[in-house]
């Protein structure tokens, strides 16, 4: 890793969590830039390592949870190419009683720029039941640590 690489971008300044990325040749589509689809993986990745750090993974595997994607979205700003490394950021902007909102945005080494940015809405959910669960006040706790802006609207 670069040391270009060891420290968040400025662009991403508003997010909580990062995570660096090569981008794989097999990343690539038909038209020599990265498929549309592979920013969503990147998108679940960043997720995934949020739930992870923030300690929710663990947390809803102790009380029998998990989280499910209910929603995903994501608006392109540039082309991406390959070689070049992407930074992607995360965070919580909204919690509710059994979701959350998920920010992220791409950030290109080579292009020195957010390329792509979405959100996702993620589900505290009981895969047994085959129901959402309440995200109970120590996980949200968690959250207000990692997200000390973040407001609590669980009425």
Known sequence: MSEQQTERPEA???FTLCI??????SDLDAFGHVNNTVA??????SRIDYLR?????????QEGMGSILASISC???SQI???DTVCIGGRVSYLGNSSMK?????????QDAIVASGE????????EAQKPRRILPEMRQMLFRLEPALTDDDD
């Open 40 to 45: 969503i993986r990147w998108f679940e990745s």
């Open 20 to 25: 660096w990325l090569p981008v794989q040749w």
């Open 81 to 83: 190419y390959y070689p």
């Open 75 to 77: 608006n392109y700003q």
């Open 102 to 110: 998920m920010k992220h945005a791409v950030y290109s080494v080579g």
């Open 12 to 14: 991403l300044a508003e």
């Open 53 to 61: 750090q923030s300690g929710l993974e663990e947390a809803f595997l």
């Open 120 to 127: 996702g809405v993620v589900v505290a959910f009981d895969y």
